[in-house]
């Protein structure tokens, strides 16, 4: 689905190898015209700025406007109810979510993202584990696995282990069908060009097929940081050690603490956004050239 | 570009030349049984694995270890995989009991049927509500920049929100019945839309672009012409996504108390009762829910991406 493949312009009535090189000219252009000057502190005040404004008008709503229209505390504490219960039990949180993160979403999103992509290229590689696999991938892609955290539990125990499983399981095949995707994904007239130069199979995948798959494998590998860390918090829920931010966020639900629950929920959602961060950050640098991230379009 | 070439299914794999269709069929089958045979096997390899040992522990506590150690590892085999209570169930064990559970009294809380509508009612509403948003949203930020720069964050933060501890609090505010869980399973299945439908209006051949501009095509042309055909495929992937997202969603907004019937409900029955047959098998309920629902979705992207004019 590169957007500069041949396929595309075939509808157009033009002939695929000449809108091929066309296409790759103009983007050619697009790029050095939009490249930017790096670290331009205007540029940077203007991005930071619209979401700061909105983040600032939600908690003046959330704080004046939510008491105002009658809705009670314990159904949502108002933001400084919640920022001084988080002040007074910061180290707790900070250090539960910390556990989380580290054990159970970090280490079962890498392994399973790494798996996931490994099963992919030996799927490309390989037909046979392609017409093997693929289907199974596809089709699990439709299972909700977290309906299985319990059975981990049951299975690998309440220790963080357990969790670290699910959230690998529930990130193996969006990465598979992400991957295998981009891999075949590739403009066929720079195939030929490899060819042409007689190019190996594996120096296509290194030059090509790995680069133009990129933008699938950063689309996967953004998805599962929400997976792993949904995995995580909700296999806690099914039995964990003390240390788990999920297992204190439905502690205190249940017994209706609830600006304890929403400085979990806080330290929760702080981690999720810099974990996605640090993978668009990533993303950006690698595949800066794709066509979605290229200004004028 | 085409929606064969998005195929994700056995029947087109490249880089494969098999000197005949049927050829290749056979070899699809062989591969897709001799996989599902692999994983049967150490299914079952597992559960002996498993059970064994809380057999013998079982045995231990009756006083009959001597009587255990005597039957020797076929018998001991053969009992660790149809033991009425488990670690790990044999397969055959999960499918007798779902097996069962269809002809189960309509009332009946264990019911595989209400359960499917039941779960399955609040992830498809779930589903249209939160696509609608999210690709409504996905337009608003193409749309506009100061949109997307202003609010996109926040569609990432929305899903690092770990829904199910809020459940709780929210049915205090939105009550037991279908409206929680409905808008539960829509705020997980909004965000792959969001996500794909954003890259999907932004992948457009810049070629193309161009031409709409020397056309003096308006913007409304633009996104009904290039914009939305180009990111059908995209947006399809998102919904894909998203079918299984209100699934998950609908299944973990029934997880605390509350809920009558449901999938979740059932999940939270067995785990506490420690029933793994029955937990197993609701597990592959939920599985064949998820795999119907993608289904139709699946049917619905042949329909919608095939019949696309001026595409191959």
């Known amino acids: 689905m590169a957007a500069h493949t041949s396929a595309e312009a075939t509808g157009d009535g033009i002939t695929p190898d000449l809108a091929g090189g066309e296409g790759v000219l103009v983007t050619d252009r697009l790029v050095l015209d939009s490249r930017k000057p790096a670290a331009d502190p205007l540029r940077l005040a203007g991005r930071l700025l619209p979401p700061l404004v909105v983040f600032i008008l939600v908690l003046v709503l959330w704080q004046y406007a939510v008491p105002a229209a009658g809705i009670q505390s314990f159904q949502l504490p108002t933001p400084s109810e919640i920022w001084s219960t988080f002040v007074s039990v910061h180290s707790v949180v900070l250090n539960y979510g910390w556990f989380t993160f580290w054990n159970e979403a970090l280490r079962g999103y890498l392994i399973g993202s790494a798996a996931g992509f490994l099963i992919a290229v030996l799927a490309w590689r390989f037909s046979l584990v392609a017409r093997g696999v693929m289907p199974y991938a596809v089709i699990s892609n439709s299972i909700p696995i977290v309906a299985m955290a319990p059975v981990a539990v049951v299975l690998f125990g309440f220790d963080w282990q357990s969790k670290a499983v699910i959230c690998a399981v529930m990130c193996v095949f969006p990465m598979v069908v992400n991957t295998y995707r981009g891999l075949r994904a590739v403009d066929p007239l720079s195939r030929e060009l490899l060819e042409s130069y007689g190019a190996g199979e594996w120096t296509a995948f290194w030059k090509l097929r790995l680069p133009a798959a990129l933008p699938y494998v950063f689309n996967g590998l953004k998805i599962n940081t929400t997976l792993a860390m949904i995995g995580a918090i909700i296999g806690e829920f099914f039995g964990s050690p003390p240390e788990g931010l999920g297992l204190f966020i439905s502690n205190q639900a249940g017994i209706n603490n609830y600006s304890e629950t929403w400085a979990g929920v806080l330290v929760a959602c702080v981690i999720g956004i810099v974990f996605y961060g640090v993978v668009l950050l990533v993303e950006r640098r690698l595949t800066s050239w794709h066509v979605s991230y290229r200004a004028g379009v | ?312």
Request: net charge positive; charged share 10%.
């Open chain 2, 1 to 312: 570009m085409t929606g064969a070439a998005l195929e994700l299914g056995s029947a087109a794999v490249p880089g494969s030349r098999p000197k005949s269709r049927l050829q290749g069929r056979i070899l699809d089958l062989a591969a897709i049984i001799g996989v599902f045979a692999l994983v049967v096997g150490f299914w079952y390899l597992a559960a002996i694995y498993y059970n064994l040992g809380s057999l013998r522990l079982h045995y231990d506590d009756l006083g009959q270890l001597g009587y255990w150690n005597h039957l020797g590892f076929w018998r001991q085999a053969g009992a660790a995989l149809n033991w009425s209570t488990p670690t790990l169930p044999a397969p055959h064990q999960v499918l007798a009991n779902l097996w069962s559970r269809l002809d189960e009294s309509p009332s009946a809380s264990g019911n595989l049927w209400v359960d499917l509508g039941t779960t399955g009612s609040e992830a498809v509403l779930g589903f249209l509500l939160g696509s609608a948003v999210g690709i409504a949203l996905a337009f608003a930020f193409v749309k506009s920049r100061i949109l997307e720069l202003s609010l996109f964050p926040y569609v990432v933060m929305s899903q690092t929100v770990p829904i199910v501890a809020l459940v709780p609090a929210l049915v205090v505010a939105l009550g037991l019945g279908l409206r929680a869980k409905v808008l539960i399973a829509a705020y997980l299945a909004f965000y792959p839309v969001t996500v794909s439908a954003v890259k999907g209006l932004r992948s457009i051949n810049p070629l193309a672009h161009e031409l709409m501009r020397s056309y003096a095509a308006g913007a409304w042309q633009t996104y009904l012409k290039l914009r939305l055909p180009a990111a059908l495929p995209f947006i399809f992937t998102g919904l894909k996504i998203g079918i299984t997202a209100s699934v998950i969603g609908a299944i973990i907004a029934e997880l605390p108390v509350g809920s009558e019937f449901g999938f979740g409900r059932a999940i939270i029955d067995a785990s506490t009762y420690g029933q793994n047959i029955l937990l197993w098998a609701t597990i592959a309920g939920c599985g064949l829910l998820g795999l119907a629902l993608y289904l139709a979705v699946v049917g619905t992207e042949k329909l919608v991406v095939r019949n696309r004019p001026g595409e191959v």
